[in-house]
């Protein structure tokens, strides 16, 4: 279970800040206990319990990097011209049969051990071979096409630090320093609700005020991507009661406890009273457009004394997708004791003119297309509404909008963050 005081994420301001919110996770919120080791094929997406430490050099010993001759850089003209003899051939996987000595060269392929005497080779491309010589021109300084052993790690560095999520390539590290399993921290189990009268299942009869649930297929997909277990517990009415009962249910064996819908103030918006009941909502707005109403709380776990993270999101599937982005994501990584992923925006060229309020993170769909000039720039989608997928579905990315803007013009420099980064 996830260790959270009832109070982890108070805040007394009106309205939370996104980076008030990912402050406060990052100081309060501890990762989830409990440990395995898993195979190499099993790690990506994992989170490390322990620094890998490297137990051999890579590369173990000095390679070419070309396919070429290898020759002893001291040896040859400066000025002009050398013609070496070809006393011998070494393939990767071979060393050649004795040592290079002046006015030879050594045939060599890419990754194969350099020759003893041999300092440099020169690039098949680069030279011209005549009979059983091989005639190299001036000009390539010492140590040229050679990769040192160690140069992309050193014996007893630190190759991977704990809490590095386990991209492939980091995986693809471990093998190279021949490491066949990982301790990696356990997955965080998260609960999975959608609530409200009018979300029936997709497949199901659609009755005249009903709407099919997305958020829950949504919201499962974005969980699993960060390398979380969801259980999925299906759609909730709106009743105060049964919510507060299945919310405590999911607190008992999961770390946090996510639901969408029903948080904003409206009369028939029954989470937030629902975990008042039962736990303790300490913010439920944060200062970001779309999706200002964002419950978070702790509930209790009886049975093991610990408390559950509780996330409300709103119910719009817009809203739903920045706010989980922005605010269930670090808290994700945090609980799987992640290091921070801060998401960088990248520059690109407004298109379109907008107008926002002061104080407020605003996120705005756009797409991206080359100008003439090169420069990448933005298109705004046409519909702004928060419960329009298609928006999602028909764009690249979000622009950020910082607190301090207020107004955007054609041309502009704004901030781009792609689904690709939001999602990994």
Known sequence: MAQLSDDCFAFNGPLLPVADAERLITERVAPVSGFETVTLREATGRVLAEDI????????FDNSAVDGYA??????????????????RVAAGHGAT???????????????????????????????????????PPGLKLGANRRLAGEDMRAGAVALPAGRRLA????????????????????????LFSTGDEIVEPGARLPPAALYDSNRYLLAGLIARLGAEVTDLGILSDDPQQLARAIAKAAEDHDLVLTSGGVSTGE???????????????????????????????????????????????GNPVAVFVTFVRVVRPLLLRLAGALPEPLIAMPARSTFAYKKRKGRREYVRVALRQAPDGAIEAFKHPQDGAGVI???????????????????????????????????
């Not at 020759?71 to 011998?88: F, K, S, Y």
């Not at 028939?268 to 200062?287: H, L, M, N, Q, T």
């Not at 028909?394 to 999602?423: K, R």
């Open 53 to 60: 430490i490297a137990p051999v050099n890579v590369p173990p």
């Open 71 to 88: 020759v002893c850089a001291a040896n040859l003209d400066a000025e002009g011209e050398t013609r070496l003899t070809i006393v011998d």
């Open 98 to 136: 004795h040592a290079l000595h002046a006015g030879e060269a050594i045939r060599i392929f890419t990754g194969a051990l350099m020759p003893d005497g041999a300092d440099t080779v020169f690039m098949q491309e680069d030279c011209r071979v005549d009979g059983r010589a091989v005639v190299v």
């Open 168 to 191: 492939v390539q980091h995986v693809a590290l471990a093998a190279a320093l021949g490491l066949t399993s990982l301790k990696v921290r356990r997955r965080v189990r998260v609960a």
């Open 268 to 314: 028939a918006d029954y989470v937030r009273s629902a975990i008042e009941s039962i736990g303790r909502i300490v913010f439920w707005r944060v200062a970001i457009k779309p999706g200002r109403p964002v419950a978070m709380g702790v509930v209790p776990a009886k049975k093991s004394g610990e408390g559950a993270a509780f996330v409300g999101l709103p």
């Open 390 to 424: 298609t928006s999602l579905t028909e764009t690249d990315g979000l622009a950020e909008l910082t607190e301090e803007i207020t107004t955007i013009e054609p041309g502009a420099t704004i901030g781009f963050l792609s689904y690709a980064l939001l999602v990994g």
